[in-house]
């Protein structure tokens, strides 16, 4: 069992990359899910000024790839003047592109709830936009809780990519141990377990909260 | 923007690279993919379990780690393959267990009174698959694969991380050399949108099309 | 009064019109007993539908009309009692004194299938061919038939419902009654020795009704063997030949309609038919 052993001297080095993954989430989710709450909004707005570029930038950020603009940021923003670490660097990419991935989400939630919700609302007396805020969104917002679970964990996968530009996330966590202690591509074997547990949990907590937004529905 | 179109020819060179690995990506997957989530559909249980943990593997694992696993472990298992060979591979494997299961999914998601109609006129068990659930069920299954398609393309920029000289590499490479982050990276945006928005537009269509069937 | 090209005995079915006493049994039904788990939907059911007659089964939703009708086709299975269909068994082969009967292969459930056309309440076409396609499926994929014969023979089966212009439209070309006026020919276009009708007018507009039934009429005049499941009292009083009244999985009525509505025999099926005209007084 001397490979068990092996297993149990890598987990402190990547305990410190686990940490940088969890931050990103962090970092990024909540981000991508408020701006992305206040992106579907310009969407959804009536005037072509607002809804034409919004409509177009969300085209663009969804069909580029993420690293992409990770490396965007990357370069970029010493051209700027700002010293960003990479981490950040990665940060704001993901975040921005999740922002488009969840507004797109919100906006099919929103185009799901029936037009008969909107006529009652306005029946009761309110005005389009207690409608909207009383009425619609959160419907829409119970509507789509399985999609965003979904997006949350593609978000979790996709800080992988900081590996890319140097930041030790994770997974380059375990390409360091792999070089490091001459091991090899089992090293990311056991990367995977991990990233599994991490979107097993979250796909988890996000049952519980389809659970719940279904009796809603 | 005049070192962008000074590198365009490198970048659409690159360009042409991307384009090879997705499609290779994408050709071995779907018919990989759709073999499998047929056998899923019609098979036992077994069969069915193996697709329902290979899916849950691969939707809970970064296509980066399969790429860094096939990179790293080819070699170990004797194969000395190039890295676009090596992250083709991992793409390939991450990209069919999605087709299998949107597959599967569309095969038993026609209505089961279609179904019935089938077996009322003494159509026996081969023939209403091959002539009513595979038709009806790939039509259904169409958009979400093409969609699926349009992600395999954006996920061949993963392999520059190991090596692979395609676009996301050559562009790496071009804005190391000139430093104009922006121009260069935004004529990249640019191609990849290119060939991933027409994809999506595709989808969109073919939702709309083949909605209810 | 129509008349239908059939290639097969046309004289002697046009002969043995409305005479129940004359043909053979066409279906045997023997005790079938079917539940679903607890609930018992069909109890030991027995009658028998003589080869020309036309039988309508009615009674509440739930009653268990429905479900039999699906065991004669065995599209669903049942726990006890035999079914013969032209003098075979369905679904289960016979067995021995003293052991359990067996079931019948995939194929052996599928020959017989095509001696029982169905037509379902929504229609069930395949959306992805033509009418024409629709019909012709069965006999070319099934008989054996070539595509040439099997199109000419869908092309008559479609003049005979009245859509003779419309062989190359979708399903989703079609009203509700076009489409089960193709279901119906598709049916047809296996030559089964019985029709059988789950309900087939029960999801169409008031107003596409009337051609289905007609269609129904038609059929029962040329002397096919025909079971109807249906809510339209009027017209089972009027194309029955027997009417059976279903109430939570027994048969409590049976008998030609005339006498059953006069002599009810039970207080369920008096209520039945106190509903029944009190609505028909009242729409």
Redesign the interface.
């Known amino acids: 069992m001397s490979w068990l052993n092996m297993v149990w001297g890598w987990l402190p080095e990547f305990f410190d990359g686990f940490l940088v993954t969890l931050a990103l989430v962090g970092m990024c989710l909540p981000i991508a899910v408020a701006l992305g709450m206040g992106v579907v909004l310009m969407r959804l707005s009536n005037h072509a000024v607002i809804w034409a570029p919004t409509y177009a930038a969300i085209e663009f950020l969804r069909n580029v790839p993420t690293f992409l603009l990770i490396l965007v940021v990357y370069y970029g923003a010493p051209l700027l003047g700002s010293r960003l670490d990479g981490i950040y660097c990665g940060a704001i990419a993901i975040a921005v592109q999740h922002t488009a991935y969840l507004a797109e989400v919100f906006r099919g939630g929103v185009s799901a709830v029936p037009r008969t919700q909107w006529d009652a609302g306005r029946a009761i007396g309110l005005r389009p936009a207690g409608v909207f805020f009383r009425v619609v969104f959160p419907q829409a917002a119970l509507k789509v809780v399985p999609a965003i679970g979904n997006q949350v964990v593609v978000l979790i996968k996709d800080t992988s990519l900081v590996a890319g530009i140097g930041v030790v996330d994770l997974t380059l966590s375990g390409k360091l141990v792999m070089e490091r202690t001459a091991a090899s591509y089992e090293v990311f074997i056991v990367i995977a377990v991990f990233y599994l547990a991490l979107t097993t949990l979250a796909s988890a907590i996000f049952h519980r909260l389809e659970v719940f937004s279904r009796k809603r529905n | 923007m005049d070192i962008a179109f000074l590198s365009i020819n490198y970048l659409l060179k690159a360009a042409l690279v991307t384009v090879e690995i997705a499609a290779a990506t994408v050709v071995l997957s779907f018919v990989i993919g759709t073999a499998l989530g047929v056998a899923a559909a019609i098979g036992g249980r077994t069969i069915r379990s193996i697709l329902t943990v290979y899916v849950?593997?691969v939707?809970?694992?970064?296509?980066?780690?399969?790429i860094?696993?096939a990179y790293?472990?080819l070699p170990?298992l004797g194969v000395d393959a190039p890295n676009y060979v090596a992250a083709t591979i991992a793409l390939v494997i991450y990209f069919a267990a999605f087709v299998a299961d949107i597959v599967r999914g569309s095969i038993l998601a026609v209505p089961k009174?279609?179904v019935?109609?089938?077996?009322?006129?003494?159509?026996?068990?081969t023939?209403i698959l091959t002539?009513?659930q595979l038709?009806?069920g790939m039509?259904l299954a169409l958009p979400p694969l093409v969609t699926t398609a349009?992600i395999a393309v954006?996920?061949?920029?993963?392999a520059?991380?190991v090596g692979v000289w395609e676009l996301?590499y050559a562009?790496?490479e071009v804005?190391?050399r000139t430093?104009a982050?922006?121009e260069i990276?935004?004529s990249?945006?640019v191609i990849?949108?290119c060939i991933?928005?027409p994809i999506?537009l595709c989808a969109t269509y073919l939702q709309r099309r083949h909605a209810a069937? | 009064m129509r008349r239908c090209n059939r290639a097969t005995n046309s004289l002697e079915t046009m002969n043995k019109l409305k005479s129940p006493s004359v043909g053979r049994p066409m279906i045997e039904v023997r005790s079938v007993s079917k539940n679903f788990g607890e609930n018992q939907v069909l109890k030991s059911i027995s009658f028998e539908v003589k080869e020309g007659e036309v039988v309508v089964l009615i009674g509440p939703s739930g009653s268990g009309k429905s479900t039999l009708l699906r065991c004669i086709n065995y599209l669903e299975d049942f726990q006890a009692g035999e079914i013969l269909v032209d003098g075979s068994p369905v679904g289960y082969n016979p067995a021995a004194e003293g052991s359990k009967r067996t079931r019948q292969s995939e194929t052996e459930i599928a020959r017989l299938r095509t001696k029982a056309g169905m037509v379902f309440q929504n229609y069930n076409l395949f959306p992805h061919k033509t009418a024409i396609q629709n019909i012709m499926m069965g006999p070319v994929l099934v008989n054996g038939e070539s595509k040439a014969e099997a199109r000419e023979h869908a092309q008559a089966l479609l003049t005979k419902v009245g859509l003779a212009d419309k062989a190359n439209h979708l399903p989703s070309q079609l009203s509700g009654g076009q489409q089960q006026r193709v279901a119906i020919a598709r049916a047809l276009a296996m030559r089964p020795k019985v029709m059988l009708f789950d309900e087939v007018t029960s999801a169409l507009d008031p107003e596409l009704v009337d051609e289905v039934l007609k269609t129904l009429r038609d059929l029962s005049t040329e002397g096919m063997t025909m079971i109807i499941v249906t809510h339209e009292m009027q017209f089972a009083r009027d194309v029955a030949d027997r009417l059976l009244f279903f109430y939570q999985g027994s048969i409590i009525e049976d008998g030609p309609p005339n006498e059953v509505f006069a002599n009810p025999k039970t207080e369920r099926f008096q209520a039945f038919v106190k509903r029944f005209q009190n609505a028909a007084m009242a729409g």
Request: proline share 3%; charged share 15%.
């Open positions: 849950y593997v939707r809970g694992v970064p296509v980066l780690v399969l860094f696993i790293f472990g170990r009174s279609t019935e109609a089938g077996l009322a006129i003494g159509l026996r068990w023939q002539q009513i038709p009806l039509r349009s954006k996920s061949t920029s993963y520059s991380i996301t562009s790496r804005v190391e430093l982050a922006f990276f935004f990249v945006m990849y949108f991933c928005y999506s069937v």
